[in-house]
């Protein structure tokens, strides 16, 4: 089964899922519905939210590999990757900067900013460092690090021999479950950013990605449907709430999202049913990657000046619907004009060459 001549338009709805899932995480963790009657009900929709980051580094695994053309440099897998996220990153760190010292509510030091700016700050494990400026932004210095590392981890997993493929994502899992042990022995913080925020740790779901996309192109996946791999991954999403310490960030749900996403893959190959490949789906999950960029300081910003204008009143889930309406409509601005043109023009000379 050849992958890069293969759409995945599930993979593309989930994605969206994934980030409303994150989405509903910072509404709840920056206290929108704090006291209120909505509390317990957003706690238990999306404490776990900020899963849907394991989602994308092992959906980026997958993706890269199942579309990796044979032959390609190293410096144009690079280039293609730089042209997908660079523009949009760099758009939405700076407005949400600018944000920052219109509101003069917050201070950033130089060293903090200008990692940011390079997609440095998740190797340092400081929290106003990782976590400044525009929050979610962390995960893009991850990925910027597996783009960078990729055509090795490639040139590496595409040596391993089709019957050992499911021994190596075994391999992979393991990994990811041993990373919480092996974080207990230090400070809370810095157990928090080894689990959570490290890109050396992290690594191992984008790995593990890869192995599952060779698993479905070499025709060895084990037939688990679309539909139980949803279910089995709410069980373990709403689960991961309940275990103790850090194992409830990535661990829990590792098992269900290795099933889970080339379970999606196959749905479409194969042309059996998914909800995830209506229009509307394939759209938002277009959009989604926008959507992840800005939502958080749309989020921040609305609620400082609901908080500057003494508007305690205003009913929560209004102001979270505001809320998502603002940062799918700055997400698709940002796609219009900035993520797709952008890839388009520096990714043409790229294509003309090979014309």
Known sequence: MRGSDRRLPSLTGLRFAAALAVFGFHLNALGLFSGGPAEPVMGLLFGPGAIGVSFFFVLSGFVLTWSARPGESSRAIWRRRAAKIYPNHVVAWFVALLGLALLGTHSMSTL???????????????????????????????????????????????????????????????????????AMPFSAPVEYWLVYICPAARVLE????????????????????????????????????????????????IVPLALLIPAAAVADVTGTRSPWRSRLWVWLGEVSFAFYLVHHFVIRTIAEALEELNAPEFPAVAGAVVMFAVSLGAAWLLFRFVEKPCYRLLTRRRQVQAV
């Open 112 to 182: 903090t900013v200008v990692l940011g700016a390079l997609l440095l700050q998740a190797w340092v494990p400081v929290q106003d460092v990782y976590f400044g400026v525009n929050t979610p932004a962390w995960s893009l210095s991850c990925e910027a690090a597996f783009y960078l590392a990729f055509p090795l981890l490639l040139l590496l997993i595409n040596r391993i021999r089709p019957a050992r493929l499911w021994w190596a994502a075994g391999a992979l899992v393991l990994g990811v479950l041993l990373v919480p042990l092996v």
């Open 206 to 253: 984008f790995a593990l990605g890869m192995v599952l996309a060779r698993i479905v192109i070499e025709e060895r996946w084990i037939g688990v449907r679309l539909l139980p791999a949803c279910g089995l991954f709410l069980v373990a999403y709403f689960a991961s709430a309940y275990l103790p310490g850090t194992f409830g960030y990535v661990a829990a749900t």
